[in-house]
């Protein structure tokens, strides 16, 4: 059905659509990082993030000149997040601890156990009421890498860095374990 006019456009725009500068990204600490992140602080900071990216991989199988296709593994992309520095430094100094219990600086030692390291993180989409939207966890979470700051005499912004993430899998308060891949393949009419 094709949409004729604006007032139809309008009454299928429920609540205006979900706004790209309302969320909230919601850091924890690991159980083995003893001086964590100001995850108060961490929250207010977190300027930038993404809701995650889907992909389900792809396998070909050759039968008789074409390619048959079928679905591969499910894949978690990166996460990343962008953060304003404070001028004491208090999330970039959280995060550079935790990743130094994660490998530290003077001998690779660090944490023999993810448990140590691991921890979940949040991202909400929110509404214009404030309300979450859609909200995903990021499962046994920690920080890859934290990004340089580039410093310039020619610059006048405030110090921004980026950290990105990696995770084991990521699930959502809205489309994990309500599917039923039966069903969903039963045709109608």
Same mark, same amino acid.
């Given at each position: 059905m094709a949409i004729g006019s604006i007032d139809?456009?309008?009454a299928k725009l429920a609540g205006g659509g979900s706004r790209t500068n309302l969320f909230r990204v919601r850091l924890?600490?690991?159980a083995g990082v003893a001086a964590g992140i100001n995850l108060e602080l961490a929250a207010f900071m977190c300027e930038g993030a993404q809701l995650p990216e889907s992909t389900v991989g792809l396998i070909e199988i050759p039968f008789r000149g074409r390619r048959f296709k079928i679905a591969g593994e499910r894949v978690f992309a990166e996460w990343t997040v962008t953060v304003i520095n404070d001028t004491e430094f208090v999330t970039r100094d959280g995060l550079e601890r935790?990743?130094?219990a994660i490998a530290n600086h003077a001998d690779a030692g660090g944490s023999q %156990?993810?448990?140590n390291y691991f921890t979940d993180l949040h991202v909400d989409q929110l509404g214009r009421d404030n309300q979450i #939207?859609?909200?995903y966890t990021f499962k046994d979470a920690w920080p890859q890498s934290v990004s340089a700051i580039? #410093?310039?005499y020619a610059a006048e912004d405030i110090a921004r860095f980026t950290v990105t993430w990696q995770y084991?899998?990521?699930v959502s308060n809205?489309? %994990?374990g309500d599917f039923n891949p039966v069903s969903a393949l039963v045709r109608t009419g």
């Open positions: 139809d456009f309008k924890n600490n690991p935790w990743m130094n %156990d993810p448990r #939207l859609k909200s580039d #410093l310039s084991q899998y990521w809205t489309t %994990d």
